[in-house]
């Protein structure tokens, strides 16, 4: 008798860490889940905002590129692209964005007459 009773209050005691272990577990999942859904819920800027962004550092590459500041003019041609970039992942169904890759030639011309530090080429790319 004293070893059937033993049996179950070890049997007890091991179905209670047992609940509180997938009391644990259910918990970690409930906040995870509040994470995703709060990640969901975040700020994205929208394509008025990012068209802002990018006339911005059009403009900085211009006078960057003019002044031979070509440093400047190399930074400024990625923060460009990595707009693109945003723009294609953030606003993906927008018909407007269908013939965004037609820039990424444009852009690749400009980058080329920066590393060459030509600015005739600059000017002349920059502007068509």
Request: hydrophobic share 40%; aromatic share 8%; with cysteine.
């Amino acid at each position: 008798m004293k070893y059937i009773t033993l049996i179950l209050v070890i049997l007890l005691f091991a179905s209670c860490t047992k609940l509180d272990r997938v009391h644990k577990y259910r918990n970690s999942i409930d906040s995870l889940r509040e994470e995703v859904g709060q990640m969901e819920r975040t700020y994205h800027p929208g394509l008025g905002e990012i068209m802002s962004g990018i006339q911005m550092h059009h403009a900085k590459l211009w006078f960057a590129g003019i002044n031979n500041n070509w440093k400047l003019a190399e930074y400024e041609t990625g923060e460009l692209k990595e707009l693109f970039g945003s723009t294609k992942l953030l606003e993906s169904e927008r018909p407007e964005l269908k013939s965004l890759p037609m820039i990424y030639p444009a852009v690749d011309s400009i980058a080329d007459a920066i590393k060459t530090q030509d600015l005739e080429k600059f000017k002349s790319n920059l502007r068509a």
